[in-house]
């Protein structure tokens, strides 16, 4: 009777334990490019930092949307659409990647190999999947079966429904504003815990 009572108390610790860190979640919406110099600085020097080192990635669900701006043209003659992008066709092929890594791994995954890989121009995927042990076979089937177009749609669509004038751009609970960018990039853990509190009435602790 004692080792049934032990054993109910155990599996209700449980249950509570992990009902505690079902967090509530604020939604980050990361528009950005793959060979932008100043997407590549807030991945690595805000971001990252904020949710990892800050612990805020418990409390967010982070969505990563790799376009930024891009010019699109559909040749009527063949059907064939041809993408642009701010910095070059090897930019348009890198975003397809990222997009593959989005659809095929887990948002830590992502966090972790997106900013692997905007370490520097020329970081490869199978460096960055090798040092971070992360599994990455899905992504790169998905880059090398569909077309950059098809793979970039769904990002471009996101992208093109926000007022973007810079890039990175950043939404924060589901809202972008494009007058609030500037402080957002310059000071990301200090907007999301303000946001994060007007939402849901709740200070976290590890907020800087």
Same mark, same amino acid.
């Given at each position: 009777?004692? %080792?049934?009572? %032990? @054993?109910?108390?155990?599996?209700?610790? !449980?249950? @509570?334990?992990?009902?505690?860190?079902?967090?509530? #979640?604020? #939604?980050?919406?990361?528009? /950005?490019?793959?060979?932008?110099?100043?997407?590549?600085?807030?991945?690595?020097?805000?971001?990252?930092?904020?949710? +990892?080192?800050?612990?805020?990635?418990? &409390?967010?669900?982070?969505? &990563?949307? $790799?376009?930024?701006?891009?010019?699109?043209?559909?040749? $009527?003659?063949?059907?064939?659409?041809?993408? /642009?992008?701010?910095?070059? *066709?090897?930019?348009?092929? @890198?975003? =397809?990647?990222?997009?593959?890594?989005?659809?095929?791994?887990?948002?830590?995954?992502?966090?972790?190999? +997106?900013?692997?890989?905007?370490?520097?121009?020329?970081?490869? +995927?199978?460096?960055?999947? #090798?040092?971070?042990? !992360?599994?990455?076979?899905?992504?790169?089937?998905?880059? =090398?079966?569909?077309?950059?177009?098809?793979?970039? *749609?769904?990002?471009?669509?996101?992208?093109?429904?926000?007022?973007?004038?810079?890039? $990175?751009? !950043?939404? +924060?609970?589901?809202?972008?504003? $494009?007058?609030?960018?500037? %402080? !957002?990039?310059?000071?990301?853990?200090?907007?999301?815990?303000? #946001?994060? *509190?007007?939402?849901?009435?709740?200070?976290?602790?590890?907020?800087?």
């Amino acid at each position: 009777m004692r %080792s049934f009572v %032990s @054993l109910s108390f155990l599996c209700a610790l !449980i249950v @509570l334990t992990n009902a505690e860190l079902d967090f509530d #979640k604020l #939604k980050v919406e990361v528009y /950005y490019e793959t060979l932008c110099p100043d997407s590549m600085r807030f991945v690595r020097n805000q971001l990252y930092g904020a949710m +990892i080192d800050g612990s805020l990635l418990q &409390f967010s669900d982070l969505v &990563f949307i $790799p376009y930024g701006k891009v010019g699109s043209w559909t040749d $009527p003659s063949t059907n064939v659409t041809n993408l /642009y992008c701010q910095h070059g *066709k090897r930019e348009c092929e @890198l975003n =397809a990647l990222h997009a593959c890594i989005v659809e095929h791994n887990t948002m830590r995954e992502q966090l972790d190999m +997106i900013t692997c890989l905007l370490n520097g121009y020329s970081t490869d +995927i199978d460096t960055c999947a #090798k040092q971070l042990n !992360i599994d990455v076979t899905a992504a790169k089937n998905c880059k =090398a079966t569909r077309s950059t177009v098809d793979i970039l *749609k769904k990002y471009g669509d996101m992208t093109n429904s926000i007022d973007m004038t810079f890039v $990175p751009s !950043i939404g +924060i609970g589901g809202v972008f504003d $494009p007058w609030k960018q500037r %402080s !957002i990039l310059h000071n990301f853990a200090k907007v999301f815990c303000r #946001k994060y *509190k007007e939402k849901y009435n709740v200070d976290l602790r590890d907020c800087y």
